[in-house]
């Protein structure tokens, strides 16, 4: 069974940056697309951002300018660059991969952004 392991995540001040990471415990075929999402206490999850084999990105309105996607192909990796992070940024991040089959979802990593 293949896994999404995530790494990256922690405590931050107001203003400050993290990158979280993502990456498969084994191969994933046919991948359409991979992302980020979100669910901070008392909340829905929500979209981050998400990234097509096609190249199109997407991204949460609230994350615009501050957030950025990427992702390294060969490795099957996704990354979330988050600069200028907020307190309302403060959640468990999850990452998505997505492949004709079926949705593959990692354990989550807590960012908090605090003073």
């Known amino acids: 069974q293949v896994q999404l392991v995530e790494s990256g995540g922690g405590l931050v001040q107001p203003g400050g940056s993290l990158r979280l990471s993502c990456v498969p415990s084994g191969s994933i075929f046919s991948i359409r697309a991979m992302g980020w999402f979100r669910r901070a206490p008392g909340k829905e999850r929500e979209l981050v951002a998400t990234?097509?084999?096609?190249?199109?990105?997407i991204y949460a309105d609230s994350v615009k300018g501050r957030f950025t996607i990427s992702r390294d192909n060969a490795k099957n990796t996704v990354y979330l660059h988050m600069n200028s992070l907020k307190p309302e940024d403060t959640a468990v991040y999850y990452c998505?991969?997505?492949?004709?089959?079926?949705?593959?979802w990692g354990q989550g990593t807590q960012v908090t952004v605090s003073s």
């Open positions: 998505n991969v997505k492949n004709p089959y079926r949705d593959y």
């Open positions: 990234s097509s084999s096609g190249g199109s990105t």
